[in-house]
T-cell receptor, first 116, second 113 residues
Framework: NAGVTQTPKFQVLKTGQSMTLQCAQD?????MYWYRQDPGMGLRLIYY???????DKGEVPNGYNVSRLNKREFSLRLESAAPSQTSVYFC???????????????FGPGTRLTVT | SQKIEQNSEALNIQEGKTATLTCNYT??????LQWYRQDPGRGPVFLLL???NEKEKRKERLKVTFDTTLKQSLFHITASQPADSATYLC????????????WGAGTKLIIKP
């Protein structure tokens, strides 16, 4: 199993450009998440999808949109990139169906995005 | 607002000693709390989960405590090794949510040979 995969690994954008970050998981998890991580700060939730067909805003959703394409895939779109969106973006997934480690999250390797 | 605090300064420990990391939370009472490890350039990796009705949880050389009165969790690594060097993140469940965690900024642990 590959776990959680993200593409691309690195990206440089100019202000105003758009792009989509792709995420896929092969663990049959119901829930998926997009986070951003900035130096000296904790991970901040951008959007999440509790189950296929649903998406909800997290702590910092402004400037982003998401699509839960199917159970495996959850994409994050920046419509008009801004320098403040320079960050490392992580996708994660979790299984909500019980077990000893409820809601344990599995993370992808991250996308390092720079907006100039 | 719900807030998480972890030691922002790096913690330097001699190999073989016990490392203790602190996570304090304010303005709420989480139903459970998770600890993750993050290596440079990689995503966090889950280590342990502890529920509010559990005082202590162990996994091999790792131990987590959860004091709901002090609003604090402690994370211990016994017989520490240089390979334990990483940043450790505390993540309590967000109040009124089944899915959202609140993340601390993490404490960088350095184990010296």
């Amino acid at each position: 199993n590959a776990g959680v995969t993200q593409t691309p690994k690195f990206q440089v954008l100019k202000t105003g450009q758009s792009m989509t970050l792709q995420c896929a998981q092969d663990m049959n998890h119901n829930s998926m998440y997009w986070y951003r991580q900035d130096p000296g700060m904790g991970l901040r939730l951008i959007y999440y999808s509790a189950s296929e067909g649903t998406t909800d805003k997290g702590e910092v959703p402004n400037g982003y949109n998401v699509s839960r394409l199917n159970k495996r895939e959850f994409s994050l779109r920046l419509e008009s990139a801004a320098p403040s969106q320079t960050s490392v973006y992580f996708c994660a997934s979790s299984d909500q169906t019980g077990g000893g480690n409820l809601y344990e999250q599995y993370f992808g390797p991250g996308t390092r995005l720079t907006v100039t | 607002s719900q807030k998480i605090e972890q030691n922002s300064e790096a913690l330097n420990i001699q190999e073989g000693k016990t490392a203790t990391l602190t996570c304090n939370y304010t303005n709420y009472s989480p139903a459970y709390l998770q600890w993750y490890r993050q290596d440079p350039g990689r995503g966090p990796v889950f280590l342990l989960l502890i529920r509010e009705n559990e005082k202590e949880k162990r996994k091999e050389r790792l131990k987590v405590t959860f004091d709901t009165t002090l609003k604090q969790s402690l994370f211990h690594i016994t017989a520490s090794q240089p390979a334990d060097s990483a940043t450790y993140l505390c993540a309590p469940l967000r109040r009124d949510s089944n899915y959202q965690l609140i993340w601390g900024a993490g404490t960088k642990l350095i184990i010296k040979p």
